[in-house]
Each structure stands twice: as C-alpha cells, then as structure tokens.
C-alpha cells in the first residue's frame, strides 16, 4: 500500500464513523428530546397526551396538596394560564408554593400532567431559565430582577 | 489597602504580561537570546504579583472585609476558616482570579523547568502563554474586579451559598482548573511550533509531560466533581449530563485523544499535524466551557443578550485564540513536513482508532450541549437535551473504543497482527465470557444489556493485565527473569496498562448501577423499613446546631441480617443568613457499595419522607478515577520524560549565537 491509499482508507473509515455518529445524533435528537412548554403553550396548542414534555412555571399559592404515600398535586401558573400536576416521591427543597418549577412528564387525556420527575437544581439562587422566559412572555418578570435572584423573597441587590 | 494591594499587584502582572507577550517573540525572530531570556525571567514576575494578588483577595475572605464587593456577597463572619478559604473561588470573580493564577502558574513552571527547550521554542511558547494571560487579565480588570470596594462596608456579608459550603469547593475547582487551564500549554507549544513552521518527535515529548500533568488533574477533578454531586444533591446520581458537566468533559476527551497522538509523534514520527490541531482543540474546548459556565449563557440566552459584557467578553477571547489558532494551523500546517508512514493494523492504527472515536464522542457531547442553545437563539423554542440523547450517541461510541483498548498495546509498531493478538487475548476474553455468564445467573434477567457491560469492564480489565504479561514474561520464563524484566520495562508502560485497568474499573461501577436499589417511603419513628438486605430503623429526630446553621438530623440504626452495624443521620440544614436550607444526605460505606438516605418532608401526621438508594459498587466510578491517576502519574515518572527529550538529530542551519 502506499501512501495514497493508506490515507484513502484513513479518511474513508473517520468518514464512516462520523457518518455513524451523525445517525445517532440525528434519530437520538428526534426521539429523546424534550420539548418545554409553558402552561399558556399547553392551553394554546393542545398536545397531544402521551408526549413527554417539560412544563414550567410557579407552584400556584394554594394549590399544594398532599396526600398519602407522599402523593402530590399542585397548579403551575404562567399567570395566564394553569396545569393542574401530580406527582409522587420526594421534591427538592427549594420546591415551594409561590417558587418556579419545572415539572418533566406526560399529559393524561383528562389534563392532569402526570410528572416523574420535579426538577431541583444546583444552586438556590437559580431560576430555570424556561420558567423566566415563560414568565417574561406573560409579563410577570422584571428585567431589573437580574439572573440569579429569585422573583419575589431574595434580598435586593 | 490589602485589596488595593491586589489589585495593583495584578495590574502590574497584566504589565509584565504585555512585556511577556511581545518581547520573546522578536527576540526569537531575530534570534536575540538577551531578548528571549527574558520571557522566562517576566514569566517567574507574573506568578508571583499573580499569587500576591491572589493572596490578598485571601485575606480579604478570611478577614471577612465586607467592604469589598464580592466578600460581601459570598462570604460571612461564621463560617468555618476552610469555607472562608473556599468562598475565595466560589463565586465569579473569584474564579476567575484562581483561573489565571494556574495560567501564570503554568507559564512559571515552563520557565523553571523548560532549560532542555530550544531558546526559540522555549520563548515562543512563553509569549503565547501570556496573550493568554493578557486577555484573561483584562477580562478580570474590565469585568469581573473582584477587589471592587463598597462605599459603605456593610456588617455582615450574604454568606456563601450553603450548597457550596462543602469540602467538595476545597479540591473540585482547583483540580478541575488545573486541568483545563492546563492544556493552555499544550495549546502555546502548538502555536509557537506553528510559527516556527517547524515540529518534530522531540516536540511531542515536550508537550506529553505538560498535557500527562493536566490530564490528571482533570481526570480527578471532574471524579471528585461528580462524587460531590452524588453526595450533596441529595438524589443519588453520579452524572447528570448538565451543560457544565458537560464543559469539563468534551477537554477531557480531547486531551485523552491528545495524549494517545503525542505517543504516534513522539515514537514514529507521524500524525503531527494532527496531533497539533488535537492540541488547539483541547485548550479550544476549555474556553468553550469557561464561556458555557462563565458567561451566563446556560442561565439564558436571552439575560446573556440583555447583559453582555462579561459573556460578549469571554466570547471575544474564544474567537481571538480559537480562531486565530486555527487560521494558523490552516495556513501553517500545509508547510509542515510528513510524517511516517504505517498500515491501518498497527499502533498506530489503533492510536488513530481511539482518536478517531474519541473526538466524534467528544463531537456528540458538543452538538448535545450547544444544540438547545443554538435552537433557543434561533427558534426560541425550547428543548432540554438529557440523559437519553447522550445514552444513544455517547455510548454506542464508547463500547468499540473500550473493546478496541486492549489490542492497542498488544499490536506492533508499524504493521500488526491483530489474529496474533487475539490469539494472546484469548485468556481476557475467556475471563469476559465467564463474567458475563456468572452475572446472568447471579442477577437473573433483570437487565440484558448489564452483563454484557460486565463483560466489557472485565475484559479491559484482563487485557491490560494480559500486557504486561506479555511483556514481562510471567507465565512464561522463570519468575526470577520476569521480575527482572518487570523492573526493566518502562514506567509509561506501566502507566498504559494501569490507566486502561482505571477506565475499566470505572465503566464496572457504572454498570453496576444497573442493579441499585431505591425506595421513597414515608416512615414515623420506630418503623423499619428494608433495602438490599438492610434494615433501617428510624429512631426520631435530632438537633445539632453548627456553626453558621441548624441542623434537623432523622437517626436511622442499620441492621443487617438482625446485627447492628452502624447509624446513619440524614440530616436538613437551614442557614438563617439566606433563608435557605440543604439536605445532606447520610452515607454509610460497606465495601465499595454504599447505603444512601436522604430527607424529604416531613408530613402533617409526623412521619417524614426518606429516600433510600442502595448503590452496589458505586465507590468504583471514583476509584477508576484514581486509578487512571495513578497511570497517569507512572507514566509521568517516565525516565526520558524526567530527564527531558534530547535535542533534535538535525540541527536547524539557524541557531543563535551563544
């Protein structure tokens, strides 16, 4: 062999394996994405039950509900519109009523958005931007409340 | 004054630096050694006045003087010394100041230790170093002071997040910074043999220390950053593929990939310009990730719009050095000369093999990281890429390369066998199948897949001990002559097959998750509750109060088989100072396996909610880890890269006058 086609074979085998790395990305970025959507998108565009989704928004004050077998249920409000979310097992220690939430799972055909998992995050201080953006379109966020506070309890700055 | 002192003190390295930046560089231009000289001599000033500087933002956290800006903001008068300590790199600024404090460190270190450098190369390198440190120092100067004072010094500072009050903050950062700041000298020597247009076998050996040395530090830091998040988050997770996870592990791919092409260099002369645009690219990927977790872009695309001076900044520096770097690599690299020649089964071949898969994992990281950014800024519609995107790229590319690893070091240099090595990995393979089939009996059906990644881990596992076998000749010849032979191979042998057995060790934790064990209940005291064997007993609530929070500890007594072995207290903190309170989870070690409890609520009727994770052989993920390190590190001792590379056969026609 020489030099030529040592390279030919070099080049045609990293072609292959970027081909095949492309394919993964290509079909994983098709099924294993989750969309957001704020309540209002949901209220809006109507999807489809059995999509899985992410959904956030603020615990509404006076949702919260407890029940057995550390069953929960709570509304998260864009402040136009509304879910109504179940959920069993342990929140995160920032969840609170009133706070921002991200809730990951599946809407049922009665509109109850059941969810496996209520996201926590690094930091107390963090707002999930999904939660901010959603907020900003219904007017509820500030600009002047900067990245890293929270909308309402954090000192100002 | 401590915090004008530092502030002036790193005014005057961004002086120095200018020096550095500029005057090495003509001198290795028109080979002027008084001039290159120099470049080592600033290079030594630098760390220094960067130490001073920060030394005294130090100082200023530990004296807790809230008149300055970012203590107020991070630190408080209680908390323990080592958390004032920490608290210095917790936040931004800070940050920022220990990122270029290891840039200038590093550059200090060449200097130092870099006397079996050509002056040329030596100077060039140093030059590149600090333009570098140059646009970092004004970044911090211009947009992220952190000696800014207040004008009024409040009496109590807004304490450090209580998520970071933890001795995770002690070693993670600075490890992690270690590594990817590191690479900076990979990235330096790539551009000044660049400029030199001139690059040979002897610049890989160069380079190998300093790439080795931040790949370790690497290795470990993100281990210790993801056994952190494992313990304090509270959720028993070990990887989360969040974006800034995701920062510090597309260099650590990269330079993995770098320090597997600097050996083709290095021992046949080949893949060099390859293993230069390796070089850019891992430093490249470090930038990227400071801008991901600097620049506020993670937070949201649209605050990083409304407020763009810190992220437009860093954004600014990845352009200049990332594009820079590789415009000179496209008009410079052409120019270099070939390298040697090799068939496809080969070391080489199998060196290529890994880099090949290495940089197209690294490649699938980066498109799930930026693609929901890049979606956001385009489409705004918004998407979060998790654990199942990259369990469907990452992986698949990741089991041919852990399958391939153990015929790499067996294969000859030049034109292989790969029959002949598989004939020599019979036993390995015999050693995979019989785990495989143990672990279907043991665990039953409950998963298809896990044994097969068993399999896998056991095999890698095997063939790097089959290595050194092989090498050693145990087995084979007396035992007298395979010690000696052991004693006589090199020590970056020893560091190959101990770094492949460390990834392998890891990959085996990571599949044994497959069979952890978790329970969510809710339990009044004295109600058991069982796990994997364990039985837990919650005898009541605790209060401790600590230093700067209280804390509400639930004492669980753990049985096993009706024996006592211990108590485990998982416990909530609140911190007054902020409002907030963590969970700290309780953690009880049995072997490499781990009983995990952490708190949830406590309910209306008195019982609280608890979480409870059995994870068998969870403590191998970090072990692995170690163990890489340690491969890593005997690789290190090597004898010719402690003693440094001989000059190059053939001296360049243009040498400076000595």
């Known amino acids: ?157 | 004054m401590i915090p004008e002192l530092g502030h002036y003190a790193l005014v005057l390295a961004l002086a120095l630096g200018l020096v550095q930046a500029i005057v090495p560089l003509a001198g290795a231009r028109w080979h002027d050694t008084a001039l290159m000289r120099l470049g080592s001599s600033t290079a030594s000033m630098q760390f220094v006045f960067v130490a001073v500087s920060f030394l005294a933002l130090t100082a200023c956290y530990v004296t807790s003087d809230f008149s300055v800006s970012s203590v107020f903001e991070n630190s408080h008068s209680q908390m323990p010394l080592i958390y004032k300590v920490t608290s210095v790199w917790g936040n931004h600024e800070g940050s920022m100041l220990l990122w270029v404090l290891i840039l200038s460190l590093f550059g200090a270190l060449v200097a130092l230790f870099g006397n079996n450098l050509p002056e040329t190369l030596k100077a060039n390198v140093l030059a590149v170093q600090y333009w570098i440190a140059c646009a970092f120092y004004h970044f911090i100067l211009l947009t992220s002071n952190p000696f800014l004072r207040l004008a009024q010094a409040p009496l109590e500072g807004r304490d450090l997040n209580p998520i970071l009050q933890d001795i995770g903050l002690a070693i993670h950062p600075p490890l992690l910074y270690l590594g990817y700041v590191g690479f900076s000298i990979a990235f330096s020597f790539a551009i000044a043999a660049l400029i030199e247009g001139r690059i040979d076998a002897a610049w890989a050996r160069w380079v190998r220390p300093w790439t080795l040395a931040a790949w370790m530090c690497l290795t470990v830091g993100i281990a210790m950053g993801s056994y952190w998040a494992y313990y304090e988050l509270g959720w028993g997770g070990f990887w989360f593929w969040d974006p800034v996870e995701n920062a510090s592990l597309m260099p650590w791919l990269a330079g993995t990939a770098l320090l597997h092409s600097a050996v083709v260099m290095e021992k046949r002369n080949a893949l060099k310009i390859w293993t230069l645009l390796l070089a850019i690219l891992a430093f490249s990927l470090s930038l990227i990730g400071t801008f991901l977790v600097r620049s506020g872009v993670l937070t949201s695309v649209h605050t990083f719009a409304s407020d763009p001076k810190r992220g437009v900044f860093i954004l600014a520096i990845l352009v200049l050095f990332i594009g820079g770097g590789l415009t000179l690599f496209a008009w410079r690299a052409p120019m270099l000369k070939q390298g040697g020649l090799f068939a496809p089964v080969s070391r080489e071949g199998a060196l290529v093999f890994n880099n090949l898969f290495l940089t197209t994992a690294c490649l699938t990281v980066f498109v799930g990281t930026l693609y929901p950014l890049a979606l956001e800024a385009l489409t705004d519609e918004k998407i979060s890429v998790g654990a199942p995107f990259f369990n469907l790229t990452f992986a698949p590319l990741f089991i041919p390369l852990m399958f391939a690893m153990p015929f790499g070091p067996l294969l000859a240099w030049k034109r292989g066998d790969v029959l002949g090595v598989a004939q020599r990995l019979m036993a390995a393979f015999a050693a995979a199948l019989l785990a495989i089939a143990v672990t279907f009996v043991v665990t039953g059906m409950s998963s298809a897949l896990a044994p097969f990644g068993i399999g896998l881990a056991l095999f890698v596992m095997a063939g790097a001990l089959t290595d050194l076998v092989e090498r050693t000749g145990l087995f084979r010849l007396p035992l007298a002559t395979a010690r000696m032979r052991a004693a006589g191979l090199p020590r970056s042998t020893w560091g190959t097959a101990v770094a492949h057995f460390g990834i392998a060790v890891t990959l085996f934790g990571i599949v044994c998750q497959t069979w952890a064990s978790e329970r969510i209940v809710a339990l009044k005291p004295t109600q058991t509750v069982e796990l994997a064997g364990y039985d837990l007993t919650f005898d009541g609530m605790v209060q401790h109060a600590g230093p700067n929070f209280r804390e509400l500890a639930a004492k669980f007594t753990v049985r096993s088989g009706g024996v006592p072995i211990g108590v485990m207290e998982p416990s909530k903190r609140s911190f007054a100072s902020r409002g907030t309170t963590t969970t700290e989870a309780a953690l009880m070690t049995r072997g490499v396996s781990q009983l995990y409890l952490s708190l949830g609520d406590t309910n209306d009727d008195g019982s609280i909610a608890v979480r409870l994770y059995h994870k068998p052989m969870v403590l191998l993920i970090w072990l692995g880890a170690v163990v890489m390190m340690l491969g890593g590190g005997l690789s290190l001792s090597d004898r010719r890269l402690r003693i440094g590379a001989p000059k190059p056969a053939t001296k360049s026609v243009l040498q400076p006058a000595e």
Do not use: C
Not at chain 1, 60 to 74: A, E, V
Not at chain 1, 88 to 97: A, H, Y
Not at chain 1, 99 to 116: H, N, R, T, Y
């Open chain 1, 1 to 157: 062999m020489n030099r030529k086609q040592r390279r030919l074979i070099l080049i045609g085998s990293s072609l292959g394996v970027l081909a095949i790395a492309a394919a993964l990305v290509l079909s994983a970025l098709r099924d294993s994405i989750v969309f957001f959507n704020s309540p209002t998108d949901i209220a809006e565009k109507h999807p489809g039950p059995g999509t899985r989704m992410r959904v956030g928004g603020l615990v509404k004050p006076g949702s919260l509900q407890r029940g057995d077998n550390l069953q929960i249920r709570f509304d998260v409000t864009d402040g136009k519109s509304e879910v109504p979310v179940r959920y069993q097992g342990i929140v995160p220690d920032l969840f609170r009523e009133g706070q921002g939430v991200v809730a990951e799972g599946k809407l049922e055909p009665s509109g109850i958005f059941v969810a496996d998992t209520v996201l926590a995050k690094h930091d107390e201080r963090y707002m999930p931007r999904e939660v901010v953006d959603a907020l900003k379109k219904t007017g509820r966020w500030q600009e002047g409340e900067t990245q890293g506070s929270m909308p309402a309890g954090d000192k100002p700055k």
